[in-house]
T-cell receptor, first 115, second 113 residues
């Protein structure tokens, strides 16, 4: 079945460090891929998305590229800030031909950035 | 444009009780999905409603039920609460069903004692 695997956390970085959070997926068809962020005590916010192979999603300095050949969607940011501290979730939704928009989430990766 | 709203914010119930959680979808969105997020886990899909009909269900027992109203707002009902039902319940809306971006509300934190 469809699933998402994220790198285990927590991840602790100093401000201005480079961030990578790995995400791989298993899915039938052509899924759309997402990164959501959850700040303490809050719901999920969409960070970025990509809907087809080789698409790059980007937002707030974060980027992720849809790699069909490696079934991956790794999240990167060149210089993290303290305000980026949150839990990051990789997710997929089945693509073409599906009438059910069910999101499959990874377990989440806790990021803590120190000043 | 108003985003997705949920009520209440927090709720404490005892085992065996029943609970109703509410969600107002974002303006123009006709599809609502509900997710359960246990502590330290990713959200798990409960079910989805599209134009007042259930449009798919995850691996949750029948004591989890829902409704969608003509204005596309939605309710999640849980009967015979168990301790393991303690979680953050998230509602998400989208402009249509299928492979489309879902926008989440802030969630309802349910604690079952």
């Amino acid at each position: 079945g469809d699933s998402v695997t994220q790198m285990e956390g927590p991840v602790t970085l100093s401000e201005e460090a480079f961030l990578t959070i790995n995400c791989t997926y298993t899915a039938t068809g052509y899924p759309s891929l997402f990164w959501y962020v959850q700040y303490p005590g809050e719901g999920l916010q969409l960070l970025l998305k990509a809907t087809k192979a080789d698409d790059k999603g980007s937002n707030k300095g974060f980027e992720a590229t849809y790699r069909k050949e490696t079934t991956s969607f790794h999240l990167e940011k060149g210089s993290v800030q303290v305000s980026d501290s949150a839990v990051y979730f990789c997710a997929l939704i089945r693509g073409r031909g599906s009438t059910l928009g069910r999101l499959y989430f990874g377990r989440g990766t806790q990021l803590t950035v120190w000043p | 444009e108003t985003g997705v709203t949920q009520s209440p914010t927090h709720l404490i119930k005892t085992r065996g009780q029943q609970v109703t959680l509410r969600c107002s979808s974002q303006s123009g969105h006709n599809t609502v999905s509900w997710y359960q997020q246990a502590l330290g886990q990713g959200p798990q899909f409960i079910f989805q409603y599209y134009r007042e009909e259930e449009n798919g269900r995850g691996n949750f027992p029948p004591r989890f039920s829902g409704l969608q109203f003509p204005n596309y707002s939605s309710e999640l009902n849980v009967n015979a609460l168990e301790l393991d039902d303690s979680a953050l319940y998230l509602c998400a809306s989208s402009p249509k069903t299928g492979a489309d971006t879902q926008y989440f509300g802030p969630g309802t934190r349910l604690t079952v004692l």
